[in-house]
């Protein structure tokens, strides 16, 4: 399991996977952060390709091409906003990571690359997100339709981020 769970910082952009996860809006039309880095590296097919999908509900996922990038799919997942953890947020995080997961499957991707989801503007808190993050892909993994799936890589924007990860994955993943 060790090495099928890997750390990373850096921009998910330039990752060298099957398929990048792009943390996107319902409307799944493009918006800030990890979603305007994604449509500007991968040009104006892949909101073309988005459009025709009819937007996609929080915890929900969607695959298209994914053009320009290397990656050659990309999975559009919409994480919940936060509005304090008793609106079903955790659920809804766990659930954008197992639809990706499934959805790479189905595509056959075996490696794939996540950012943080929700921890920007829908201010997930970074240390509890991580802890979703990682035990939902130890599950995932850990079952049999995780047997298609070689490598998830979890792409961190920032040194705290990493550092997020890092103990969640200690403490969900003794040596
Ligand atoms: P959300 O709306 O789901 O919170 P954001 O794009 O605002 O989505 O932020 C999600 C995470 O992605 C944040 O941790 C942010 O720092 C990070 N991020 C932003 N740009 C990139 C990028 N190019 N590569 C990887 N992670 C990124």
């Keep these: 399991m060790e090495n099928r769970i890997v750390i990373a910082e850096g921009d998910i952009t330039i990752e060298q996977v099957d398929a990048i996860v792009n943390a996107a809006n ?5 918006g800030g952060g990890v979603d305007g880095a994604i449509h500007r590296a991968s040009g104006p097919e892949l909101v073309a390709e988005c459009r025709t999908l009819g937007g996609c509900r929080t915890g929900d996922a969607k ?19 936060w509005r304090g953890g008793s609106s079903g947020e955790p659920e809804l995080l766990s659930s954008a990571y197992r639809r990706s ?3 790479a499957v189905r595509a056959g991707a075996r ?3 996540f950012p943080a989801i929700s921890t920007g ?13 990682v035990r ?7 079952a049999e339709q995780g047997q298609n799936i ?26």
């Design 111 to 113: 490696t794939i690359a």
């Design 136 to 142: 939902t892909i130890i599950d995932f993994l850990k």
């Design 63 to 81: 695959t298209t091409k994914g053009y320009l990038l290397s990656s050659k799919w990309v999975i559009h997942t919409v994480g919940p906003v």
């Design 26 to 30: 319902e409307s799944l039309l493009g």
């Design 150 to 175: 070689d490598q998830v890589r979890l792409v961190c924007f920032s040194r705290a981020s990493v550092d997020c990860h890092r103990a969640a994955l200690k403490e969900l993943l003794p040596a």
């Design 101 to 103: 997961l499934e959805e």
């Design 121 to 133: 503007v829908y201010r997930f808190p970074p240390g509890k997100a991580a802890k979703i993050a």
